[in-house]
Nanobody
Framework: QLQLVESGGGLVQPGGSLRLSCAVS????????IGWFRQAPGKEREGVSC????????TYADSVKGRFTISRDNAKNTVYLQMNSLKPEDTAVYYC???????????????????????WGKGTLVTVSS
C-alpha cells in the first residue's frame, strides 16, 4: 500500500530551524518526483519545493529560497526539507506528495495538480512563534 508519512514538525521560535522528513513506503522512491507543499489557515495550498527522481532538478518557492533545502535519500526512501531562518509566515501544515516519473527524470513541479490524490501524506504542523 502506497504511503507517505511526514514528520519533524513542531513549535519553533522565529529564526529557528526544523527538518521535515517524508518517509515513503509501498513504492520505490526512484520512480517518483517529490514535492513539499504547505497550507496555512485560511490560505490556499502553496508549493514550497520539489525534487526530481534523480535529485538533479530542484525548485523552490520565492518565499523560501535561501532558507529551505530539499534533499532525498532514495536508499532510505525518504525526502527531507531543511528549514532554516524560520518566520511566523512559515506557519502551516506541511505535506509531501509524489508524482510517478521515469527513473532518472529531471522533472518535478511545485504545482499540486501534478500530484494525484492517492499520493499525499497527511501533513505535519509547523508553528513559528515566540
Amino acid at each position: 500500500q502506497l504511503q507517505l508519512v511526514e514528520s519533524g514538525g513542531g513549535l519553533v521560535q522565529p529564526g529557528g530551524s526544523l527538518r521535515l522528513s517524508c518517509a515513503v513506503s509501498g513504492f520505490t522512491l526512484d520512480y517518483y518526483a517529490i514535492g513539499w507543499f504547505r497550507q496555512a489557515p485560511g490560505k490556499e495550498r502553496e508549493g514550497v519545493s520539489c525534487i526530481s527522481s534523480s535529485g538533479g532538478s530542484i525548485t523552490y518557492a520565492d518565499s523560501v529560497k535561501g532558507r529551505f533545502t530539499i534533499s532525498r535519500d532514495n536508499a532510505k526512501n525518504t525526502v527531507y526539507l531543511q528549514m532554516n531562518s524560520l518566520k511566523p509566515e512559515d506557519t502551516a501544515v506541511y505535506y509531501c506528495a509524489a508524482a510517478p516519473v521515469t527513473p532518472g527524470s529531471s522533472w518535478c513541479s511545485p504545482s499540486h495538480r501534478y500530484y494525484g490524490r492517492d499520493y499525499w501524506g497527511k501533513g505535519t504542523l509547523v508553528t513559528v512563534s515566540s
